[in-house]
């Protein structure tokens, strides 16, 4: 059996084992320092970064006192509201939960039907390959960063406060919120599409809304699709959420059984809503599977 050392200038330099001693493993590590592990001065930023990860790590438990007799401590309080849960009941309002549970998967369905046409012009002003203007492509896509960087439960409490209780709220959260997400999962798809196809039709004399619409829209629409299903599916649990502050559904119920400690409904309705998710999952995928087949693209930013 022999060794082989592929030096700087390509060849290679064969040794047989019996060959093999220091001088000889110093002359190959001279020939291709790079196999025998990269210098420390190399490896000296690197071993910084992790030590610095591992710093803040256990910073962030100490600061958050993650201390294991605490989470030890907090598992019995834990299992005694599980055994509080059991069994779940409704306690004759299962007809109310099952209309405020169809409310939340409508705020959800409107909210992401609305946010995913607005985020389409959006979408194409965030795009690098169709506005070549670097200033109005920098004010888009900062004006999606503001939209998308405030959590949705901030924007519910501001609607609340402006349009009153209810549903409305929820779903004007979810529309703002989902265009600057969307838009900015529209750009990267706009981004990565292929330039032929474009080219062929502005070569026959088409407009830039024409270019857009029958040379980009259609590489890009099965995973403009696929990232709406996944936000709708994220929208039907972040509507839970948003109930909770006073933005109408079913979170309004959970909160409600939760502060007066009815442990047996709020875990019946989270049985509901579990199942509601699931179902929403399951055909979502059947979906995403008829538009593009098995090659599923989950959105970047959730």
């Known amino acids: 059996m022999r060794h082989r050392f592929i030096g700087k200038e390509g060849f290679a330099l064969i040794l047989h084992p019996a060959d093999i001693n220091p001088g000889a493993i110093a002359h190959a590590r001279s020939l291709n320092p790079g196999a025998f592990g990269a210098p420390f001065v190399q490896r000296l930023p690197l071993w910084s970064l992790a030590a610095a990860f591992l710093a803040l790590t256990a ?57 995913a046409v607005l985020a389409v012009p959006l979408g194409f002003a965030c795009a690098r390959n169709m506005v070549p203007g670097w200033v109005v492509r920098f004010f888009f896509r900062r004006s999606s960063d503001v939209l998308r ?47 032929k196809p474009v080219e062929g039709v502005r070569a026959s004399g088409a407009t830039p809304i024409q270019t857009m619409r029958f040379g980009v ?62 179902l929403i999952d399951w055909l979502s995928k059947r979906v995403r599977a008829r538009l593009i087949g098995s090659q599923d693209q989950a959105p970047a930013l959730h």
């Open 59 to 115: 910073y962030c438990f100490y600061i958050f006192n993650m201390s294991p007799l605490r989470l030890w401590a907090g598992m019995g309080k834990l299992v005694e509201v599980v055994g509080h849960m059991f069994p779940p009941t409704a306690k004759g309002a299962h007809w109310d939960y099952a209309y405020a549970m169809l409310q939340t998967v409508g705020m959800a369905f409107l909210g992401t039907v609305i946010a």
């Open 149 to 195: 960087g405030v959590d949705q439960l901030i924007w519910a409490l501001i609607f609340v406060r402006a349009v009153g209780l209810g549903p409305l709220a929820g779903i004007l959260a979810i529309i703002i919120s989902d265009t600057g997400t969307l838009a900015k999962l529209y750009s990267e798809a706009i981004e990565n599409i292929d330039r």
């Open 217 to 278: 829209l259609p590489q890009v629409l099965p995973i403009m699709l696929s990232n709406v299903l996944y936000i709708f599916e994220s929208n039907t649990r972040s509507a839970t959420i948003l109930g909770i502050v006073g933005a109408g559904g079913i979170g309004f119920f959970l909160a409600d059984r939760i502060r007066t400690l009815l442990w047996e409904e709020a875990c019946f309705i989270l049985l509901l809503i579990l199942g509601t998710v699931y």
